[in-house]
């Protein structure tokens, strides 16, 4: 079946800091979609990326779809206390049994130290 | 803030009790999903929903049984639960299914505690 694998596990930065999470899919996706999920709290939606190739930014958030469209990152820059949480991506397959199909990957525990 | 509303916030049930969680949406999305998520986990999908008919079962325990009373109402009815259910149980709901830029949108979620 589809996965999506999402490194790293855990990462720490100092405030002002870069920080980027990978994902990878082992089958092509029709799109990949991110999300971010506050300690306590419910995944947040932050953003969907269709097309190959696509880049997408959001302030400090830039967010790079793969050209073959099985790999997607999230990258901050200068990181900020209220970055902390996890992040999330999910793919959604692009045909056979996968069609349709949200796929998350395990997630990116971000802490950032002020 | 959410459009998608989820009630209650907390339970804590008995493994011999009946109980029903419950999510609302008035953004007049046709597909409604639940999902299971466990501590530093990502979200795992229960049911979906589509038009009001039950489209995907995850192979979920029949100790999970869903309803969806109408396109805006989705439940979840608890019975017999065992302590490792206990999670954080997430509603969520998309336009359609099928559309291939089809956003899901979460709820708060439920935390559920099993004792």
């Known amino acids: 079946g589809q996965q999506v694998m999402q490194i790293p596990q855990y990462q720490h930065v100092q405030e002002g800091e870069d920080f980027t999470t990978y994902c990878n899919s082992s089958?092509?996706?029709?799109?990949i979609q991110w999300y971010k999920q506050r300690p306590g709290g419910h995944p947040v939606f932050l953003i969907q990326?269709?097309?190959?190739?696509e880049v997408k930014k959001q302030k400090r958030l830039t967010f790079q779809f793969g050209e073959a469209k099985k790999n997607s990152s999230l990258h901050i820059t200068a990181t900020q206390t209220t970055d902390v949480g996890t992040y999330f991506c999910?793919?959604?397959?692009?045909?056979?049994?996968?069609?349709?199909?949200?796929?998350f990957g395990q997630g990116t525990i971000l802490t950032v130290h002020p | 803030d959410t459009e998608v509303t989820q009630t209650p916030k907390h339970l804590v049930m008995g493994m011999t009790n009946k109980k029903s969680l419950k999510c609302e949406q008035h953004m007049g999305h046709r597909a409604m999903y639940w999902y299971k998520q466990k501590a530093k986990k990502p979200p795992e999908l229960m049911f979906v929903?589509?038009?009001?008919?039950?489209?995907i079962n995850e192979s979920v325990p029949s100790r999970f049984s869903p309803e969806c009373p109408n396109s805006s109402l989705l439940n979840l009815h608890l019975h017999a639960l065992q302590p490792e259910d206990s999670a954080l149980y997430l509603c969520a709901s998309s336009q359609d299914r099928g559309l291939v830029r089809n956003t899901i949108y979460f709820g708060e979620g439920s935390w559920l505690t099993v004792v």
């Open positions: 089958t092509t996706l029709s799109n």
């Open positions: 929903y589509s038009y009001e008919k039950l489209s």
């Open positions: 999910a793919g959604r397959g692009a045909g056979g049994t996968s069609y349709g199909k949200l796929t």
């Open positions: 990326l269709v097309k190959s190739g």
